[in-house]
């Protein structure tokens, strides 16, 4: 798990395209950047984008890394950042309208529960539907596309009057057959937490097929995670290696 905190910039539209070089309209400026001035032991990554009018400006911190250092904060970092020679010149003379934090997961696949149940689905965010290696984040993609599968599998249930768990698995095949879980079981053993994996190569693949396997059978992930974590040979273990 990480934390985002990003604040929104009021800057004017007329500054915004003078400083970014931008022509108005649609175009836009967008940076992302590696944060090295922090403590020993904490990675964080920052982002800047131009709005119409305002400027967001963020960091994503690891909370692990937090914990572990135990006298660093995340607003500290943000501040930080926003002086740093190479941000201020582009924030300078604005304001701050807003300031916001979330929590952002790393978990990838073992961090999806059961989707779907007798009246109900879980799609974006609530579903895990997110993937952050550090390097790439994306959930918005993913909270898209399943909000179209849930509405569609809604629709359809709708017109039989049946919002059965038997009815809502149609919701699952949806995912199944779009970017949402392949890009996620594509993915698996790339995110924060497998960056650190417990176990070798063969411990990511098996957990991919038992996950596979847990999700068209309408199982929570993480049982299927648990159940291969008890799977992995001793041996496979990275401390091992
Ligand atoms: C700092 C940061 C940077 C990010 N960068 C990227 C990026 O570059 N690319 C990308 O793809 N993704 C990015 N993400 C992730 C992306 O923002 C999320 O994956 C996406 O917004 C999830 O959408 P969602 O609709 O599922 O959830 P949310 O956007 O969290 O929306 C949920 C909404 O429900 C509301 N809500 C909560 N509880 C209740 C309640 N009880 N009643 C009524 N309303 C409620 C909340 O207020 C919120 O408005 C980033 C996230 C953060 C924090």
């Known amino acids: 798990m990480a934390i985002g905190v990003k604040e929104i910039i009021k800057l004017g539209e007329e500054k915004i ?3 970014f070089n931008l022509r108005g309209g649609k175009s836009g ?3 992302e950047y590696v944060l090295g001035f922090l403590p020993e032991g904490v990675k964080a990554g920052g982002f800047l984008y131009t709005n119409k009018d305002t400027v967001s400006l963020g960091v994503v911190v690891s909370m692990k890394d937090l914990r572990k250092n135990g006298s660093t904060y995340s607003f500290d970092i943000i ?4 002086e740093h020679p190479y941000i201020a010149p582009m924030i300078e003379g604005g304001k701050v309208e807003e300031y916001s934090a979330h ?3 790393e978990g990838g696949i ?3 529960p059961k989707l779907y149940g007798n009246g109900y689905m879980i799609a974006g965010d609530a579903a895990g539907f997110s993937f952050s290696n550090g390097l790439v984040l994306q959930g918005m993609n993913y909270a898209i596309a399943s909000g179209i599968a849930a509405a569609e599998t809604a629709i359809e249930a709708k017109s039989k009057n049946n919002f059965s768990e038997e009815a809502l698995a149609a919701y699952r095949e949806r995912l199944m ?7 996620l079981l594509d993915f698996r053993g ?3 937490r497998h960056l650190e994996r417990h176990c070798a190569q063969g411990h990511s693949q098996g957990h991919g097929r038992s996950v596979r396997a847990a999700l068209h059978r309408g199982q929570p992930a993480e049982e299927a995670h648990i159940q291969d974590r008890h799977g992995c040979p001793e041996q496979e273990r990275d401390e091992d290696l």
């Open 79 to 82: 501040e930080e950042f926003a």
């Open 110 to 112: 073992q961090g999806v």
């Open 177 to 183: 057959n779009s970017f949402v879980l392949r890009d």
């Open 17 to 19: 395209n003078e400083r």
């Open 103 to 105: 929590l952002v997961q």
């Open 190 to 192: 790339d995110t924060g």
């Open 29 to 31: 400026f967008a940076g």
